[in-house]
C-alpha cells in the first residue's frame, strides 16, 4: 500500500490517501494502513466519519474495497480543529447563509440515532466559535447517500423567507442522477402526482391533485448499455421526487434499493445536487453554485466500444 499525492494541499496536509492494490474490506485495509495505531483508535476514526471511499464517507467495517478505489483518511488533529468540517466544505458564506458542498454519507439534520454527526450540527459549532449566539437553520434538504450543493440559513427570518419565496426566488436546480439501463429518449418530462405510504415510501399517481404535483425534466449526458449519466431539473421539490421518477421510466437510480435499483456497483445512490442557483434573500443578487459531478457518475456511464 502506498500514499498517494493528493491534489488538494489542505487535503494533502490533513488527510492520509491510498490507493486500493487488492479485493478486500475497509477495517482490515484501514488496520494496515494505520498499523501504529489500535483497533479501537482506527475503528472510531471509521466511526466518527474521518474515512472516505472515492467519493462518498463510509463507516461500515465489512465495505468491500476493489482495486483502483481511493481510501482517503481525515488525521485525528485535523478533525478536531475548528476550520475543519467532516464530510462538507463550505462554497460560500455572508451574513445571512452559508452554501455547502456536501458528501454522500454525511446526514443533513439529525435523526434518533444520529445527532451530532450531521451537517446542521457541524455549522452549527462552526458559526458559534465567532459567537456563541450564532445559529443555523434548515432551509432543504439533501438525503443522506446525495451529495452536492446544500443552503443553509444563519437566521430564523432568512430561513422564512427563503421558504416562503422558495419556487420564486430558485432559479435552477440540477441533478445529476446515475441510473441503470442506457436510457433511449435523450430528453424527457415526467408529471405526476406524489403520495406517501404508510411505509413512507412516497410513489406516483396519474390522478390530477391526487398527492403533491411533481414535474421533473431531464437529459441524457452519456451512456452506454448499462448505465445512463443525467442532468435532471427540478421544477418541484417533493420528497424522493426524483428516485420515484427515475422508477416510473424503468430506470431507477443506481444504488436505490426502496425504488427498484438492482445494483450499488459505486457503493453509494447515484444522485447528485449539482447546481443551485437563487436570488439573494437579502440583496436580491443572482447566485449560482456548483458542485463537481462525482467521478464514479461519470467512469460508470462512458460509453464503451465493442
Do not use: C
Not at 110 to 123: D, R, Y
Not at 125 to 142: A, G, S
Not at 207 to 231: C, E, M, P, W
Request: proline share 2%; hydrophobic share 35%; charged share 30%.
Amino acid at each position: 500500500m502506498s500514499k498517494r499525492q493528493h491534489a488538494g494541499k489542505k487535503r494533502k496536509e490533513n488527510s492520509l490517501v491510498y490507493t486500493v492494490k487488492e479485493k478486500t474490506e475497509l477495517l482490515p485495509f484501514l488496520l494496515e494502513a494505520m498499523s501504529n495505531r489500535s483497533r479501537n483508535s482506527v475503528k472510531s476514526i471509521l466511526t466518527r466519519g474521518q474515512v472516505t471511499v472515492d467519493d462518498h464517507i463510509e463507516t461500515k467495517h465489512n465495505y468491500p474495497l476493489k482495486p483502483g478505489q481511493t481510501v482517503t483518511i481525515l488525521k485525528n488533529k485535523a478533525a478536531i480543529k475548528e476550520s475543519i468540517l467532516i464530510g462538507m466544505s463550505i462554497l460560500y458564506e455572508d451574513d445571512d447563509i452559508i452554501v455547502i458542498n456536501k458528501e454522500a454519507g454525511l446526514l443533513s439534520i439529525a435523526t434518533e440515532k444520529e445527532k451530532k454527526q450531521t451537517a446542521h450540527h457541524q455549522l452549527m459549532d462552526y458559526v458559534r466559535k465567532e459567537n456563541p449566539e450564532n445559529r443555523i437553520f434548515v432551509v432543504h434538504r439533501l438525503d443522506k447517500d446525495t451529495s452536492g450543493v446544500m443552503m443553509f440559513a444563519k437566521s430564523e427570518k432568512v430561513k422564512r423567507d427563503l421558504q416562503r419565496n422558495w419556487k420564486d426566488s430558485v432559479k435552477e436546480r440540477t441533478y445529476a442522477a446515475l441510473v441503470e439501463g442506457q436510457v433511449e429518449k435523450q430528453e424527457g418530462y415526467i408529471s405526476s402526482w406524489l403520495r406517501e405510504s404508510k411505509t413512507r415510501l412516497m410513489y406516483s399517481s396519474q390522478t390530477k391533485n391526487d398527492g403533491l404535483h411533481a414535474i421533473t425534466r431531464y437529459k441524457v449526458i452519456q451512456s452506454n448499455k448499462d448505465f445512463s449519466l443525467l442532468d435532471v431539473q427540478l421544477e418541484t421539490g417533493r420528497k424522493n421526487q426524483i428516485r420515484v421518477h427515475m422508477q416510473d421510466l424503468g430506470y431507477p437510480v443506481v444504488g436505490d434499493k426502496k425504488y427498484g435499483s438492482k445494483t450499488n456497483e459505486i457503493g453509494r445512490l447515484g444522485l447528485h445536487a449539482k447546481v443551485l442557483s437563487f436570488n439573494h434573500p437579502t440583496t436580491g443578487q443572482l447566485l449560482l453554485f456548483k458542485a463537481d459531478v462525482p467521478k464514479s457518475f461519470l467512469a460508470k456511464s462512458k460509453f464503451v466500444k465493442n
